[in-house]
């Protein structure tokens, strides 16, 4: 069919064009919001359609492109100002036509293909954590906006790197189970704890000897420097809250492939049990929470798995 419409090849004149975005619509698999790149030139065509109150050209064109006829999934949009319309053309099109701002397929190629990418490893991520049993996680995943320490964060982390890098280790897999029982029994969690706590004896004052589990530890800044400090769940059931004593640090040996045996410290972790005497001091706020200082004849009790 012999074409008269004034936007077939020959009469195209650049200038008479302004360019728009462009936009890609060949991938079903993708819905809109899973690409933000091209989800915004979709809005931002509409946005300027909806500024000039026109329609695309009805001249027929055969495939995607209104130039050549042929099917582009990457498509450039243009206005026409004379004739108040718009056209879409594919790339190569609009690099013979020289119509300018093709570079702007570049970075659109470069989001899809990063959200096909992403798509890719959420579906894997999904598969590993069913054969797991653990599908609760991606629930707790979607809903979950901030990373923190919390259970729901904790997991969210985990399925992001599963999510990026395809794998999680057994331990994780573990982990995620721990965490999603916590979630899932959290009032009866609560409810034991706050059974512990009222049956927990006080914390006395003066020096005593103090036998417990290490809840937590955690780095602070003082005026000597940098200290680290941990939480002991004592066996009377109250806690205490003070320095690391430094003889509680703990050595291991390693052996890497082709090299001598080297040591690395190893740290304390929630789960090992120590022993160790030091001046209690009841807080003013809680009388079964406590302070610990100047701790001596420190020992680990027993240690917890890496």
Same mark, same amino acid.
């Given at each position: 069919?012999?074409?008269?419409?004034?936007?077939?090849?020959?009469?195209?004149?650049?200038?008479?064009? %302004?360019?728009?975005?462009?936009? @890609?619509?060949?991938?079903?698999?993708?819905?809109?919001?899973?690409?933000?790149?091209?989800?915004?030139?979709?809005?931002?065509?509409?946005? &300027? +359609?909806?500024?000039?109150? $026109?329609?695309?050209? !009805?001249h027929?064109?055969?495939?995607?492109? &209104?130039?050549?006829?042929?099917?582009?999934?990457? =498509?450039?949009?243009?206005? &026409?100002?004379?004739?108040?319309?718009?056209i *879409?053309?594919? %790339?190569?099109?609009?690099? /013979?036509?020289?119509?300018?701002?093709?570079?702007?397929?570049?970075?659109?190629?470069?989001?899809?293909?990063?959200?096909? $990418?992403?798509?890719?490893?959420?579906? /894997?991520?999904?598969?590993?954590?069913?054969?797991?049993?653990?599908?609760?996680?991606?629930e707790? &995943? *979607?809903?979950?906006?901030?990373?923190? !320490?919390s259970p %729901?964060?904790?997991?969210?982390?985990?399925?992001? /790197?599963?999510?990026?890098?395809?794998?999680?280790?057994? /331990? *994780?897999?573990?982990l995620?189970?721990?965490?999603? @029982?916590?979630?899932?029994?959290?009032?009866?969690?609560?409810? *034991?704890?706050?059974?512990?706590?009222?049956?927990?004896?006080?914390?006395p004052?003066?020096?005593?000897?103090?036998? !417990?589990?290490?809840?937590?530890?955690? %780095?602070?800044?003082?005026?000597?420097?940098?200290?680290?400090?941990?939480?002991?769940?004592?066996?009377?059931?109250?806690?205490?809250?003070?320095?690391?004593?430094?003889?509680?640090?703990?050595?291991?040996?390693?052996? +890497?492939?082709?090299?001598?045996?080297?040591?690395?410290?190893? !740290?304390?972790?929630?789960?090992?049990?120590?022993?160790?005497?030091?001046?209690?001091?009841?807080?003013?706020?809680?009388?079964?929470?406590?302070?610990?200082?100047?701790?001596?004849?420190?020992? =680990?009790? $027993?240690?917890?798995a890496v």
């Amino acid at each position: 069919m012999l074409r008269t419409d004034i936007h077939r090849p020959s009469v195209i004149r650049p200038e008479d064009y %302004e360019f728009v975005a462009c936009k @890609y619509i060949g991938c079903k698999e993708l819905d809109i919001g899973e690409c933000f790149a091209n989800a915004d030139a979709l809005k931002y065509i509409e946005q &300027h +359609r909806a500024m000039t109150g $026109d329609r695309y050209s !009805g001249h027929q064109h055969g495939g995607t492109c &209104h130039v050549c006829g042929a099917l582009a999934m990457y =498509l450039a949009v243009y206005y &026409h100002p004379a004739t108040n319309s718009y056209i *879409q053309m594919g %790339e190569d099109c609009a690099q /013979k036509m020289d119509m300018g701002d093709v570079e702007a397929f570049n970075p659109l190629r470069r989001a899809i293909a990063n959200a096909k $990418d992403a798509k890719a490893g959420k579906l /894997k991520a999904q598969a590993v954590l069913s054969d797991a049993g653990l599908s609760r996680a991606w629930e707790v &995943h *979607q809903k979950t906006q901030f990373i923190d !320490g919390s259970p %729901e964060g904790i997991i969210t982390d985990i399925v992001d /790197k599963l999510v990026r890098y395809g794998s999680i280790s057994e /331990k *994780q897999e573990a982990l995620i189970g721990k965490l999603l @029982y916590r979630i899932d029994h959290q009032a009866e969690i609560e409810a *034991q704890r706050q059974r512990e706590r009222e049956a927990a004896a006080p914390c006395p004052n003066g020096r005593h000897t103090v036998t !417990g589990e290490v809840l937590k530890t955690e %780095e602070r800044y003082s005026k000597y420097g940098e200290v680290l400090k941990m939480l002991v769940k004592t066996d009377g059931g109250f806690l205490v809250w003070g320095t690391v004593p430094a003889c509680l640090e703990i050595i291991e040996e390693t052996q +890497r492939e082709g090299t001598d045996t080297w040591t690395e410290q190893r !740290g304390l972790r929630r789960g090992d049990r120590v022993e160790f005497t030091a001046n209690l001091t009841r807080s003013d706020r809680d009388e079964k929470f406590g302070f610990f200082q100047r701790p001596t004849k420190a020992r =680990l009790l $027993d240690t917890v798995a890496v």
